[in-house]
């Protein structure tokens, strides 16, 4: 790899993991190629000012994809079940690593979850591991495979954030079940590093995540955060099926077995010091939004 010279591909740049990625390639000093489908946007401006070179790419649109790939010699892909559905998010995941292969790319890195190598009946983590094994069918002179477990930005999402201004952490599991979760920019450390270091992690899988809390740990952490009540509420995992019979497979999950990454071994191996709950929530504001019960 000729670092500054060789261009890396990042979808979803102006997402999460690929935004996370993105900016950690770029403050090493590598070429970015930030994937967008709306590049005047200001995320992508910023990624912009940063260094990178915005190109726009749309992962259910072949011909984008093509000329978004044309040049890179690596790429980072992710995708969104959340938004392209299970089936769409497992078409656009194979379609992006066929094309990549086609297009000559030399190291690609994949997003894909925590444990989804270890059949766990979950919709969105199994389609993940369908296209791993894409991945490692396709014959990439190198490739890497990352598997973060659940975010801690979900829990600033609209997903938890409106209960938790009405001083709830509502989840579907038992309030002393140890969830792994990683922070975001940590993802972005591992997702450098898999380009940084293609040649010794090639072929891998690696399970990455930055702390385990319970639910009920998690809602005293961030009453002090806060500076106000926060309890756990176990919602009846028959009402989250109403919403997402998916999501509910994963909270049981959860509860049943639950991630496995080796938090303080990765810490060493790959020099990533874990972004530890308590500290990520000190970098949120959690101030109750307008109009949220008090």
Not at 96 to 113: C, D
Not at 127 to 151: C, D, H, M, Q, W
């Amino acid at each position: 790899m000729n670092k500054g010279h060789d261009a890396i591909l990042v979808t979803g740049a102006t997402g999460q993991q690929g935004g996370a990625t993105a900016r950690e390639l770029l403050a090493a000093g590598h070429r970015v190629l930030a994937m967008t489908r709306n590049p005047d946007g200001e995320a992508a401006k910023a990624l912009a000012a940063a260094g990178a070179r915005i190109v726009r790419g749309d992962l259910n649109d072949e011909a984008s994809l093509r000329a978004a790939l044309r040049g890179a010699w690596g790429v980072f892909a992710v995708q969104n079940t959340w938004e392209a559905g299970v089936e769409g998010e497992e078409e656009q995941g194979k379609r992006i690593a066929r094309l990549a292969k086609e297009a000559g790319v030399q190291h690609f890195v994949y997003a894909s979850v925590g444990s989804a190598h270890k059949q766990t009946g979950i919709p969105h983590f199994d389609n993940k591991f369908r296209v791993e094994e894409t991945v490692r069918s396709l014959g990439f002179p190198a490739y890497v495979i990352l598997r973060p477990a659940f975010f801690m930005e979900n829990l600033a999402s609209p997903w938890f954030k409106p209960a938790i201004d009405g001083g709830t952490l509502a989840m579907g599991m038992d309030g002393n079940t140890k969830l792994q979760m990683i922070a975001v920019t940590d993802i972005g450390k591992y997702g450098r590093l898999a380009f940084e270091r293609h040649e010794e992690l090639n072929g891998q899988g690696i399970d990455i995540a930055g702390d385990a809390v319970t639910p009920v740990e998690a809602a005293a952490l961030l009453s002090r955060v806060a500076g106000r009540p926060i309890t756990h509420f176990q919602v009846p995992i028959e009402e989250v099926r109403k919403f997402s019979g998916d999501f509910a497979a994963m909270l049981e999950w959860f509860d049943a077995v639950g991630y496995s990454a080796d938090i303080e071994g990765n810490a060493g191996r790959f020099d990533v010091a874990p972004t530890r709950f308590s500290a990520w929530a000190k970098t949120v504001d959690w101030g109750v939004a307008a109009g949220s019960p008090t």
